[in-house]
DNA sequence: CTTCCATATATTTTT
DNA sequence: TATATGGAAG
């Protein structure tokens, strides 16, 4: 985007302008006004992980079950809450939410949420949902600053805007309120994000917030071939709501959309790597022009194997990302603490790491003073040895230690460059010595992780060097990038003679010439979880849009009959999505297995079968060779479906894949998932399954 | 307090 | 399958 701007405005003007997410560009704001909301300047920023086991942390503090009150659950009806503008005194007043938590057996939510907002404020943190809320919160209070930015920002520009959430549209409108020169660019068929709290709304009541806008439909796609666009025309025709419009590609025809059935998810990645291999070749074109997409990241480990025996070169976006390495973060979470000591979890990820004889029951005992004192922990350890009795000689020294080792960077952070203190403190925490210790390839790998991190402050300073923005760069000035970056946001060397793996969702705004949708399948996509959820079979329905618009050129659809999720192979029928981009596709494999009955030998030797409809014909050089293949399935060997949970009942016979046979004890509904205690016959005492995973078989 | 091993348990999607 | 948690031994 801002390359793209460069061209058009020059790069002197491109310069000042300032582009971002929201959540980049608020951070940039929040850290120069941050005095006036009672946070430091050096305020952390809390990703994900760190939020959760701040908020698991006080959980346990309240002495509640982490069964009951899930972390993950609890955190995500919190964000939920953020995101729709809700603070914690609304949140325990307001009879609808109440009602919902007492219901879901959660009624203690609010007072964690409370509790939350409070360890934040003293930790000195924000998380991701923060860098909205005090926005908004700060333009609302304080008139002054709010007219500044309204000054500052006198023309504003949102793209994706189909994906903004409550919080986000308010501050657009706040900081838009005086001039009304806000130009949105959205399209509600590419909503992808109301699981994160996304309003379609937002784009829908646009108008009557302002009367006088001026709209410009684009109806005519420049990107993807007539044959593409159709196919997507067509897909999304089944979303019941949705502002109708008609697309237009400004080329008519193309190539036919090719679909492939595979019998295995190896096959299937066999199969788009081959594929990529002879399209390359025959087309000449670049690996670049080349993108896999998928619905979850524990998608791309198989299609990776497959590209590399093809030593084709990829890289893949998102998904465990570098940053979430354990490594990389304790070397980051020792980063963050130097900045800003009164990082709970920084502190506690560090505190005792390499083990230092800190353990559980000191951290409990030091967690006690500094909640009587309701003080940080940072604050707590200031004092420790005149407060501390209960504490053995050994620990206190310890715990005087690591504050001595923490104290020596303090001072220096914003003066020292970022690089040296890095390496400094990388060196001093005893990090280094106990990584560099371990020989082993996985600790070597770890060791060349941190090397990565220290290449990337090193390319990150000399960027900011080279452009003029700065003469010194900090290590708080490269937290802040680090913790607002995702991989796809990562440049890497030789990008265009990779091929891309991507999920969707990473994959949006981006196009490709080749694209490749796999694991359409039902269960996989659309997500199990969509049915659950109103209105999440539209969503993925969306998202599957947003995956075929990729497309300029050539977009090939694949499945499997069969596919290993965590260790255990499972069967799902054909996406339902493939029928609606190619009315009346069936996979032919599916029909043959379900009639034939015992072809012997050995089940997975096929090749994949490719079922031809409406594609064209052998463009990969591998044989279409469907009625051998199929002659080799023997269905036995393929899992009987599982019973549907809900026709389970106490004192059922049934069978599981790993335990065998059982007798199904007692069924448990209350909270979360529906789970069943079980005897199996080849196990002494009673297992708890969770029915959602289990995939029990009635017999 | 640390380490090691066994067992449990979880899978959307991201800033 | 990959990771988290818990318990036992040192």
Same mark, same amino acid.
């Given at each position: 985007?801002?390359?793209?701007?460069?061209?058009?405005?020059?790069?002197?003007?491109?310069?000042?302008?300032?582009?971002?997410?929201?959540?980049?560009?608020?951070?940039?704001?929040?850290?120069?006004?941050?005095?006036?909301?009672?946070?430091?300047?050096?305020?952390?920023?809390?990703?994900?992980?760190?939020?959760?086991?701040? &908020?698991?942390?006080?959980?346990?503090?309240?002495?509640?079950?982490?069964?009951?009150?899930?972390?993950?659950?609890?955190?995500?009806?919190?964000?939920?809450?953020?995101?729709?503008?809700?603070?914690?005194?609304?949140?325990?007043?307001?009879?609808?939410?109440?009602?919902?938590?007492?219901?879901?057996?959660?009624?203690?939510?609010?007072?964690?949420?409370?509790?939350?907002?409070?360890?934040?404020?003293?930790?000195?943190?924000?998380?991701?949902?923060?860098?909205?809320?005090?926005?908004?919160?700060?333009?609302?209070?304080?008139?002054?600053?709010?007219?500044?930015?309204?000054?500052?920002?006198?023309?504003?520009?949102?793209?994706?805007?189909?994906?903004?959430?409550?919080?986000?549209?308010?501050? =657009?409108?706040?900081?838009?309120?005086?001039?009304?020169?806000?130009?949105?660019?959205?399209?509600?068929?590419?909503?992808?994000?109301?699981?994160?709290?996304?309003? &379609?709304?937002?784009?829908?009541?646009?108008?009557?917030?302002?009367?006088?806008?001026?709209?410009?439909?684009?109806?005519?796609?420049?990107?993807?071939?007539?044959?593409?666009?159709?196919?997507?025309?067509?897909?999304?025709?089944h979303?019941?709501?949705?502002?109708?419009k008609?697309?237009?590609?400004?080329?008519d025809?193309?190539?036919?959309? !090719?679909?492939?059935?595979?019998?295995?998810?190896?096959?299937?990645?066999?199969?788009?790597?081959?594929?990529i291999?002879?399209?390359?070749?025959?087309?000449?074109?670049?690996?670049?022009?080349?993108?896999?997409?998928?619905?979850?990241?524990?998608?791309?480990?198989?299609?990776?194997?497959?590209?590399?025996?093809?030593n @084709?070169?990829?890289?893949?976006?998102?998904?465990?990302?570098?940053?979430?390495?354990?490594?990389?973060?304790?070397?980051l979470?020792?980063?963050?603490?130097?900045?800003?000591?009164?990082?709970?979890?920084?502190?506690?990820?560090?505190?005792?790491?390499p083990?230092?004889?800190?353990?559980?029951?000191?951290?409990?005992?030091?967690?006690?003073?500094?909640?009587?004192?309701?003080?940080?922990?940072?604050?707590?350890? *200031?004092?420790? !040895?005149?407060t501390?009795?209960?504490?053995?000689?050994?620990? =206190?020294?310890?715990?005087?230690?690591?504050?001595?080792?923490?104290?020596?960077?303090?001072?220096?952070?914003?003066?020292?460059?970022?690089?040296?203190?890095?390496?400094?403190?990388?060196?001093?925490?005893?990090?280094?010595?106990?990584?560099?210790?371990?020989?082993?390839?996985?600790?070597?790998?770890?060791?060349?992780?941190?090397?990565?991190?220290?290449?990337?402050?090193?390319?990150?300073?000399?960027?900011?060097?080279?452009?003029?923005?700065?003469?010194?760069?900090?290590?708080?000035?490269?937290?802040?990038?680090?913790?607002?970056?995702?991989?796809?946001?990562?440049?890497?060397e030789?990008?265009?003679?990779?091929?891309?793996?991507?999920?969707?969702?990473?994959?949006?705004?981006?196009?490709?010439?080749?694209?490749?949708?796999?694991?359409?399948?039902?269960?996989?996509?659309?997500?199990?979880?969509?049915?659950?959820?109103?209105?999440?079979?539209?969503?993925?329905?969306?998202?599957?849009y947003?995956?075929?618009t990729?497309?300029?050129?050539?977009?090939?659809?694949?499945?499997?009959?069969?596919?290993?999720?965590?260790g255990?192979?499972?069967?799902?029928p054909?996406?339902?999505?493939?029928?609606? @981009?190619?009315?009346?596709?069936?996979?032919?494999?599916?029909?043959?297995?379900?009639?034939?009955s015992?072809?012997?030998?050995?089940?997975?030797?096929?090749?994949?079968?490719?079922?031809?409809?409406?594609?064209?014909?052998?463009?990969?050089?591998?044989?279409?060779?469907?009625?051998?293949?199929?002659?080799?399935?023997?269905?036995?060997?393929?899992?009987?479906?599982?019973?549907?949970?809900? *026709?389970?009942?106490?004192?059922?016979?049934?069978?599981?894949?790993?335990?065998?046979?059982?007798?199904?004890?007692?069924?448990?509904?209350?909270?979360?998932?529906?789970?069943?205690?079980?005897?199996?016959?080849?196990?002494?005492?009673?297992?708890?399954?969770? =029915?959602?995973?289990?995939?029990?078989?009635?017999?």
């Amino acid at each position: 985007m801002k390359e793209r701007i460069a061209n058009v405005v020059g790069e002197k003007v491109a310069g000042q302008l300032w582009m971002g997410t929201f959540h980049s560009i608020f951070l940039r704001i929040l850290r120069i006004e941050a005095e006036t909301l009672g946070y430091s300047p050096t305020f952390s920023v809390y990703d994900t992980s760190a939020s959760q086991g701040a &908020i698991a942390r006080i959980i346990k503090e309240m002495n509640l079950s982490t069964d009951d009150y899930a972390p993950r659950r609890i955190a995500s009806r919190i964000s939920m809450a953020k995101n729709n503008l809700v603070l914690p005194s609304q949140y325990l007043n307001e009879p609808l939410i109440v009602e919902q938590d007492s219901r879901a057996k959660i009624p203690r939510t609010g007072e964690i949420y409370e509790a939350y907002q409070l360890a934040l404020r003293r930790a000195s943190a924000m998380d991701f949902d923060d860098l909205l809320l005090q926005m908004t919160l700060l333009l609302a209070h304080h008139p002054d600053i709010r007219q500044r930015y309204q000054e500052k920002f006198a023309y504003i520009l949102v793209d994706e805007y189909q994906d903004t959430n409550v919080v986000q549209n308010r501050i =657009l409108n706040q900081l838009a309120e005086q001039h009304h020169n806000l130009c949105v660019v959205g399209d509600d068929a590419q909503s992808i994000y109301a699981f994160r709290g996304a309003k &379609i709304q937002n784009i829908i009541k646009f108008p009557s917030t302002y009367p006088e806008l001026k709209m410009v439909k684009l109806e005519t796609n420049y990107r993807s071939t007539g044959a593409i666009v159709e196919a997507a025309n067509r897909l999304i025709a089944h979303n019941p709501n949705q502002i109708r419009k008609v697309c237009r590609a400004s080329t008519d025809g193309g190539d036919d959309i !090719e679909i492939s059935t595979a019998f295995t998810d190896m096959e299937e990645a066999n199969f788009v790597a081959q594929h990529i291999q002879t399209t390359a070749l025959r087309e000449k074109a670049q690996h670049g022009q080349f993108a896999i997409l998928y619905r979850t990241n524990a998608q791309s480990r198989l299609l990776e194997t497959g590209l590399r025996a093809l030593n @084709i070169p990829y890289r893949v976006y998102g998904g465990t990302s570098f940053y979430q390495r354990k490594e990389v973060q304790d070397l980051l979470a020792y980063f963050r603490l130097a900045v800003n000591p009164t990082d709970e979890q920084a502190l506690l990820r560090v505190i005792n790491l390499p083990a230092r004889g800190i353990g559980a029951t000191t951290l409990a005992a030091l967690s006690a003073g500094a909640n009587a004192r309701g003080v940080s922990l940072w604050d707590y350890l *200031q004092d420790i !040895e005149l407060t501390a009795g209960s504490l053995r000689a050994a620990t =206190l020294g310890a715990v005087v230690q690591f504050r001595e080792l923490i104290k020596g960077f303090l001072g220096r952070v914003h003066t020292a460059e970022a690089y040296g203190l890095a390496e400094e403190i990388y060196r001093k925490s005893g990090l280094r010595e106990a990584l560099e210790l371990d020989t082993t390839p996985e600790g070597e790998s770890r060791v060349g992780n941190v090397g990565e991190v220290f290449n990337s402050i090193k390319e990150f300073s000399e960027t900011k060097v080279e452009s003029g923005e700065t003469d010194l760069v900090t290590l708080p000035m490269y937290l802040d990038e680090v913790s607002l970056l995702t991989d796809a946001d990562k440049e890497e060397e030789g990008e265009n003679e990779r091929v891309t793996l991507s999920t969707i969702h990473s994959a949006k705004g981006l196009e490709y010439d080749y694209v490749y949708v796999v694991g359409l399948e039902e269960n996989i996509f659309p997500s199990r979880r969509a049915n659950d959820e109103p209105g999440g079979l539209e969503e993925e329905r969306r998202l599957c849009y947003v995956a075929v618009t990729r497309a300029a050129k050539h977009l090939t659809l694949t499945h499997a009959l069969s596919r290993s999720t965590y260790g255990q192979s499972q069967r799902n029928p054909q996406s339902r999505f493939l029928g609606e @981009i190619v009315p009346g596709y069936h996979a032919k494999g599916v029909e043959y297995m379900a009639t034939s009955s015992n072809a012997g030998g050995s089940p997975w030797r096929g090749g994949a079968a490719r079922t031809a409809q409406n594609q064209r014909l052998n463009t990969s050089g591998t044989m279409p060779r469907s009625t051998t293949a199929s002659a080799a399935i023997n269905p036995s060997a393929l899992r009987e479906p599982a019973t549907p949970p809900e *026709q389970l009942l106490a004192g059922d016979s049934v069978l599981h894949p790993r335990f065998g046979r059982g007798e199904i004890l007692e069924l448990q509904q209350q909270g979360g998932d529906p789970r069943a205690i079980v005897q199996f016959i080849n196990e002494p005492k009673p297992r708890t399954l969770v =029915l959602r995973y289990a995939q029990l078989r009635k017999i």
